[in-house]
């Protein structure tokens, strides 16, 4: 395939130089790394850098961006080869308030075409980032906009046709944070890397030559890529150390096509207080929380009871995979109690009335024909109400200004249930069900990414307003999105 040829390339000139069992012909188990080699908790947590506002008056949002190849240590004595932004894996912080005018340049220094999505904005269309603005190899990008949204913990990433699951999996992503006058003056945490941390949480496969193992057969696009060691911010098995009290950990399932359930080893409460798009009405006490590849949630946790020099592990387990002790958090101090805040923001329900077009959507995995052999693999394709993205055609018509309601619906025939999820561009939707019933309180916000298990139907409502144009509609488990589990809609005046 003439578009991974760089990768490629890159890597089999590195697998050479190792330890030679790298080729990437090598799919399945074989030349794997399997054991669970980490860090063992000695590293420190990495907070990616908020990067710098060029503006120093502050007034605009302006910033410069690099999106670049480099390698990685993973492993003692292996170089990974990676993508990043300004660096080697994943990128810094964009921090943005609401109302700012927002500029960047995006330099392209790879030696492919990719884009710069902005996942969760309500954006432009000429500015999203999706497949319909390509970054050319030695090109820079110039989006200019009004950021026009709450408060919210958002994420940025590539998003070019085919190319997006490999791109991300070689650590392009970073967050975008929305803040706004309501996120300021919440009594929460909010000093960013000290008690308001990102957690980009990501699971990788490697060659024992130390390399990705991002291959691309048939069983993984149809399954997704999932890893067997996990990264936090790019590293596995770190320690963050806090200062004790309440922390606001704003976790990012920024993995392939991974479902992650995420909680700690004792088991304790803590509250969500937000949802892809922003904070709840009032914080929700969960003991654990799934979240599928692309969602966010803000939580709280309250360390205020430890003792000093307690240690907490945060646990992830993979709803198809393993489970790992993703990090561990390490209580160096003591602060008095902090009550939880009770009241974060109101949310206008959108109501139902409102909506004026109700559209169906089937997502399928389904068989081409049995043979002798029965459903293989082979014949199996991911569609969308039975179609395969064609970046030629819009698939829907939708009027600015208006309320539409989506039914979602994952069809998924017997011995192929697989999960999917939807994820709109340009919107902040409103979840109305899940099978009929009213979703559990940490759905009840503002979401862009919904997972939907086989068989669930998924009602959502939004409203589209202040621009036209070409969006994206997709599943977030990436392998199925290159794979054309994707469609094109068009907000017409
Ligand atoms: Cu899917």
Redesign the pocket.
Known sequence: MKRRTFLKSGLAALALAGAGTGSLSLLGKNGLVTSAEAGGFSDPLPIPPLLTNLDVSGETASFTMDVQQGKMNFFPGTHTATLGYNGNFLGPTIRVRNGQQFRINVHNRLPEVTTLHWHGLHVPAQWDGGPRQPIPAGTTWSPDFTINQEAATLWYHPHAMGLTGEQVYYGLAGLFLIEDDISDNLDIPKTYGVDDIPLVIQDRRFFENGQFAYAQNMHDVMNGVIGNHLLVNGVMQPTLTIPGGQVRLRLLNGSNSSIYKIAFDDQRTFHVIASDGGFLEHPAPMNSIILSAGERAEIIVDFSKESQYAVISLLVEQMRGSSFEAMRIAVNGTTGVTPMVQDLRTIEKIPESEATKVREFI?ETMSMGRGRMGMGMMGRR?TINGKKMDINRIDELVQLGSTEIWEVTNRSAMMMS????MHLHDVQFQILSRNGRTPPAHEQGRKDTVLIMPGETVRIISRFRDYTGVYMYH?H?LE??DDG?MGQFEVIS
């Open positions: 997502m991911l697989m999960p999917h999820s599943c488990l199925h999105e589990m």
